[in-house]
C-alpha cells in the first residue's frame, strides 16, 4: 500500500504522473465505455460494495463514464475523509439530476461546499436547534401518543405500520417547521409526502442516475425520468402554497419557536423553499423506515422485546419515559443503536466531492473525486464488529466491547446529518413509548417473520410486512 502522499520520497515515479486517481488504488475489472456500470445498477448496492470491499480492500474505485468513485467501507477511511480531512471532501458532486431536484444546487443536502452554502446550513441548523431545545420533546410525546391511539383502534388485527410510522414522523417534522398550526389536510400532507418519496427513490434509481454519467442518453425517452419531473413540479407546488400559508398566518402572529419564522427572515425565496424540501424530505422517511426496521428485528428476536419492557418497568414503573431517562435504559440505548448499526438508513450517505487534491488511507485522490461512504460497509466490518450480520443489541452493553465510535450513522464532520439529533430524540422516545404501551408479535409462523436485507435505493427500507400489536396489560 503506497505511503501517504505528504511521506513519500521527493522524486517518486508516482510525484511525476499527472493529478488522477493513483493508479495502484484498487477496484474491480471495468469495461471499455460502461466502466463499473454493471457493479452499480447491483440490485442491493449497499451490500455489493460491501463484497467488493472484502476483496478490494476497504478503499477501491469504481469508475462510470468519466467519473472515477472512491467507495470507503470501514469507519477509519470514512472518518479520515469526512472528519479528520473534512473540508477537502466537504463538496458534492454536480450532476445533471441533482441539479434538477435541488432548485440547481440551491439545497442544504445537493449543494456543493461554498461560503453561501455554509451560511445556508448554519443558519437553517441554527433554527432547527433552537426549535428543538424549546418544543421537541413536547412535539415528539404528542405524536406518539396520537400513534398509541391509531395502534390501539387496530384492535390487534394485522397490520402494516409504515403508513403510520411515516405520518408520525412526519408530523414531527412538519410541526418543527411550521408550527402545530399547519393549516393543511393530513390528505394533502400524504401526497406532499408520497411525492417526496418518490422523488428520492426516483433519483436513487439507475436508469435516472445513468443520465449524470451518460449525457447522450438524456435524448432518449425515459419514462422513470419523465415521472421525476413531474413529481418534482408537484412537490414544488405544494410546498410553495405551505410557504404562503405559513406567511400570512405570521402576519397574523409570528411564532418564534418555529423554524420557517427564523429562516424565512433571512434567506431568498429558493434557499427557503429549498430548506424546507430538504427538513422534510431528511425528516419523514428516515425516521419512518427506522421504526419500521426496529419492529422488522424485533419479530425475529421477542427476548429483545421483552428485555426493554422489563427495564422500562423497572426502571420507570408506570410512568412515560423522557429523552433524559436514556441513560437509566442501557438495553433500550443499546436496541437503539444495533438498528441504527445493522440496517443504517442512508446506508451510502450521500456522495462527497474532493473539493481539492487529497489523500486517503495513503492514497492519492485527485479533486473532483467522488467518495461514497459506505456506511452500511462500515457497520457491518468483521475487524471492528464481532459477527456483523447477526442483530445483537446486546454488543452495545456496557463490557461487551462494541464502541459507538465506529457507528457512523448521520456520517460525520461538515455534512453531518443535519437532523441528527431530532433523529435521536426521536426514534429513543418513538422505541419508549411503543414498546411500554404494545407488544409486537408475528402474524403467523416463521413464514409470517419480515425478510431482513430490505430494499436499497437512496434509504435501505424493509419489504413490506404485518404485524399483530397486542396493548401490553
Ligand atoms: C444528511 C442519516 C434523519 C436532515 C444525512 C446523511 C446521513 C443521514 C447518513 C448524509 C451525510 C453525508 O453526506 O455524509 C440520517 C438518519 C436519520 C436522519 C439515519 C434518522 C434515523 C434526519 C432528520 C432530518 C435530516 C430527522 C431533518 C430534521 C438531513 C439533511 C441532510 C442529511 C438536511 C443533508 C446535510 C448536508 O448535506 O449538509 N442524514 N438522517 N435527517 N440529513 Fe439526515
Known amino acids: 500500500q503506497p505511503k501517504d502522499a505528504h511521506s513519500r520520497p521527493l522524486f517518486?515515479?508516482?510525484?511525476?504522473?499527472?493529478?488522477?486517481?493513483?493508479?495502484?488504488?484498487?477496484?474491480?475489472?471495468?469495461?471499455?465505455?460502461?466502466?463499473?456500470?454493471?457493479?452499480?445498477?447491483?440490485?442491493?448496492?449497499?451490500?455489493?460494495?460491501?463484497?467488493?470491499?472484502?476483496?478490494?480492500?476497504?478503499?477501491?474505485?469504481?469508475?462510470?463514464?468519466?467519473?472515477?468513485?472512491?467507495?470507503?467501507?470501514s469507519a477509519e477511511t470514512i472518518k479520515e475523509a469526512l472528519v479528520t480531512k473534512w473540508s477537502d471532501f466537504a463538496g458534492r458532486p454536480h450532476s445533471y439530476t441533482g441539479d434538477l431536484v435541488s432548485g440547481g444546487g440551491c439545497s442544504i443536502s445537493?449543494?456543493?461546499?461554498?461560503?453561501?452554502?455554509?451560511?445556508?446550513?448554519?443558519?437553517?441548523?441554527?433554527?432547527?436547534?433552537?426549535?428543538?431545545?424549546?418544543?421537541?420533546?413536547?412535539?415528539?410525546?404528542?405524536?406518539?401518543?396520537?400513534?398509541?391511539?391509531?395502534?390501539?383502534?387496530?384492535?390487534?388485527?394485522?397490520?402494516?405500520?409504515?403508513?403510520?410510522?411515516?405520518?408520525?414522523?412526519?408530523?414531527?417534522?412538519?410541526?418543527?417547521?411550521?408550527?402545530?398550526a399547519d393549516n393543511k389536510s393530513s390528505a394533502e400532507l400524504r401526497r406532499l409526502h408520497d411525492c417526496l418519496n418518490e422523488i428520492v427513490s426516483l433519483w436513487g434509481s439507475p436508469c435516472i442516475s445513468a443520465l449524470d454519467s451518460f449525457p447522450l442518453l438524456r435524448k432518449l425517452p425515459n419514462p422513470p425520468f419523465s415521472r421525476l419531473l413531474k413529481e418534482v413540479e408537484r412537490r414544488d407546488d405544494i410546498i410553495r402554497s405551505h410557504l404562503e400559508?405559513?406567511?400570512?398566518?405570521?402576519?397574523?402572529?409570528?411564532?418564534?419557536?418555529?423554524?420557517?419564522?427564523?429562516?424565512?427572515?433571512?434567506?431568498?425565496?429558493?434557499?427557503v423553499h429549498m430548506a424546507t424540501v430538504d427538513l422534510l424530505i431528511g425528516g419523514t422517511e428516515t425516521t419512518a423506515v427506522w421504526l419500521y426496521w426496529m419492529v422488522a428485528f424485533l419479530l425475529h428476536r421477542p427476548e429483545v422485546q421483552a428485555s426493554v419492557y422489563s427495564e422500562l418497568c423497572t426502571v420507570?414503573?408506570?410512568?412515560?419515559?423522557?429523552?433524559?431517562?436514556?441513560?437509566?435504559?442501557?438495553?433500550?440505548?443499546?436496541?437503539?443503536?444495533?438498528?441504527?448499526?445493522?440496517?443504517?438508513?442512508?446506508?451510502?450517505?450521500?456522495?462527497?466531492?474532493?473539493?481539492?487534491?487529497?489523500?486517503?488511507?495513503?492514497?492519492?485522490?485527485?479533486?473532483?473525486?467522488?467518495?461514497?461512504?459506505?456506511?452500511?460497509?462500515?457497520?457491518?466490518?468483521?475487524?471492528?464488529?464481532?459477527?456483523?450480520?447477526?442483530?445483537?443489541?446486546?454488543?452495545?452493553?456496557?463490557?461487551?466491547?462494541?464502541?459507538?465510535?465506529?457507528?457512523?450513522?448521520?456520517?460525520?464532520g461538515a455534512r453531518l446529518c443535519l437532523g441528527a439529533s431530532v433523529a435521536r430524540m426521536e426514534v429513543f422516545l418513538f422505541t419508549a413509548y411503543l414498546l411500554r404501551d404494545f407488544q409486537f408479535l408475528p402474524t403467523g409462523g416463521k413464514a409470517s417473520l419480515p425478510d431482513l436485507k430490505g430494499v436499497a435505493s437512496v434509504v435501505l427500507k424493509a419489504k413490506p410486512f404485518r404485524v399483530t400489536v397486542r396493548p401490553r396489560p
Not at 47 to 57: D, E, K, Q, V
Open 316 to 412: 420507570l414503573e408506570s410512568r412515560y419515559p423522557r429523552y433524559s431517562d436514556r441513560h437509566r435504559l442501557p438495553y433500550l440505548s443499546a436496541l437503539v443503536s444495533e438498528v441504527l448499526r445493522i440496517r443504517p438508513v442512508a446506508p451510502l450517505a450521500v456522495p462527497h466531492r474532493a473539493t481539492r487534491d487529497s489523500s486517503i488511507a495513503g492514497y492519492f485522490i485527485p479533486k473532483d473525486t467522488i467518495i461514497i461512504p459506505n456506511l452500511y460497509g462500515a457497520h457491518h466490518d468483521p475487524a471492528v464488529w464481532d459477527d456483523p450480520d447477526t442483530f445483537k443489541p446486546e454488543r452495545f452493553l456496557e463490557g461487551k466491547g462494541a464502541s459507538t465510535r465506529a457507528l457512523l450513522p448521520f456520517g460525520g
Open 12 to 73: 517518486s515515479l508516482s510525484s511525476l504522473l499527472p493529478h488522477r486517481v493513483s493508479p495502484s488504488l484498487p477496484g474491480p475489472p471495468s469495461l471499455p465505455l460502461l466502466g463499473n456500470l454493471l457493479d452499480l445498477m447491483q440490485d442491493h448496492l449497499p451490500g455489493h460494495l460491501t463484497s467488493l470491499s472484502r476483496c478490494y480492500g476497504n478503499i477501491f474505485r469504481l469508475r462510470c463514464g468519466k467519473t472515477t468513485m472512491v467507495v470507503l467501507s
Open 245 to 271: 400559508d405559513f406567511k400570512v398566518s405570521q402576519q397574523r402572529s409570528a411564532n418564534p419557536n418555529v423554524c420557517a419564522t427564523v429562516y424565512v427572515q433571512m434567506l431568498t425565496e429558493t434557499h
Open 110 to 180: 445537493l449543494g456543493d461546499y461554498s461560503e453561501k452554502w455554509k451560511a445556508h446550513r448554519r443558519l437553517v441548523h441554527g433554527a432547527l436547534q433552537r426549535c428543538c431545545a424549546v418544543s421537541l420533546h413536547a412535539v415528539i410525546e404528542r405524536q406518539a401518543l396520537a400513534l398509541r391511539q391509531v395502534i390501539l383502534d387496530y384492535n390487534q388485527k394485522p397490520v402494516d405500520l409504515l403508513e403510520d410510522f411515516t405520518v408520525a414522523a412526519s408530523n414531527v417534522i412538519t410541526s418543527l417547521v411550521f408550527g402545530k
